[in-house]
């Protein structure tokens, strides 16, 4: 315990966490030396060094898995505590290691579905009353209390949880949707832009893993009436352009650079192609996208740039199309709107004669957007 705790060298941490790990059920009777590996692995697995961190992890799982009665608690626990004391700051150059302590954190929600619940409760109720004490004070200091990077962080990580185990973990669906739709919405302001589109994809994610309808179109439909996509550009420089992904507010100079709105317009065409692909064969869809298409048909009107008029056309003869698909569908359909379980099969039966156009963009564009990411790497 000495030596792990105050050698620095990773390649021997590393050695010794593994070593360690083999002796885990020997730990059973000895609480004190129990809690401080268990504490010093957690210290581990927070640093930047690839080798221990992975060894340290290792070690707390084995904890937790070969020792639940005494250790699932305090190890599920310090997983999400060091995540969130990592997860304050996010740039680039740390980035990798906070998804890697996220993707860690949600393989342990996984050891024990009945404790992760608990925890997840706790943490969303913790969440909640962020976002309602933002909403009743309406203060500075209560927005940037949500409108950070540990708490969006957070919302990341049980969306990521919720969505790897939907149905044990169902009744925190809503609440969790509920938060994302309140911070979507707690600051119009054009700069928050980044953070509202990284939270309509967390609620896309949500509804498709629980085949629910989320409300997401009309917060994707404000963001194309954004005033600043019909002026005219404002140079600056390529490189001082941030990356969608890594930011959560930008500067108003940045606002008019054409290379941002650019990211922008394409990562709503993208957003809303996927909330509108999850019910490309709903009997529903043509009411679903009724007002989506009206408002993308004003907007490709009132562009004065063709990118936008060319994605935008794009989209809307997606929606058309698919719209044609499931009507003529419809048409032959002999069920009234209330009956649930011929609405399934309608769905079922649309799908199984190939994807609906709409869903077929939705898939073009998120390979896109991926290229577009690697790019930026």
Known sequence: LHLLDKVTDPSMQGYILKRLRHSVPFLKDFDKIRRKFIAVSLKIFSSDEDEPRVQAILFVRACAVVLPA??????????????????????????????????????MYGIDLGATYQHAFVAIKGLAGQVRQALTSKSKESYKEVYCWQTINAF???????????????????PLTQLLLGACTLVGSPSF?????????????????????????????E????????TKPKPVPANSI????????????????????????DTTYELLSDHLAQWGSHPGFLEIAYIPLLRLRAFIKASNKDRFKRGGRQLCQAIVD????????????????????????FATDLESAGPAPIARLAITLREQAMQRMKMRS
Not at 322 to 344: C, E, L, W, Y
């Open 322 to 345: 698919t719209q044609d698909r499931v009507g003529k569908a419809r048409n032959m359909a002999q069920f009234s709107p209330k009956d649930s379980a011929s609405i399934v099969q």
């Open 156 to 174: 990341e990580l049980w969306a990521t949880v919720l969505v790897a185990h939907p149905s044990d973990l169902e009744p925190l669906f809503y």
């Open 242 to 265: 941030p990356d969608l992904n890594l930011r959560l507010r930008v500067g108003s100079s940045i606002l008019r650079a054409s290379s941002f709105q650019e990211d922008v317009v």
């Open 193 to 221: 832009i980044p953070l509202r589109l990284k939270c309509v994809r967390m609620l896309n994610e949500l509804a498709r893993a629980r085949n629910m309808y989320v409300p997401v179109a009309p917060m994707l439909l």
């Open 70 to 107: 005494l250790c699932l608690d305090p190890c599920l626990k310090g997983v999400y505590r060091s995540f969130a004391a990592a997860s304050k700051f996010f740039s680039p150059t740390s980035a990798p290691g906070i998804r890697f302590m996220a993707t860690c954190a949600v393989e």
């Open 223 to 230: 963001v194309l009436q954004w005033k600043d996509l019909g």
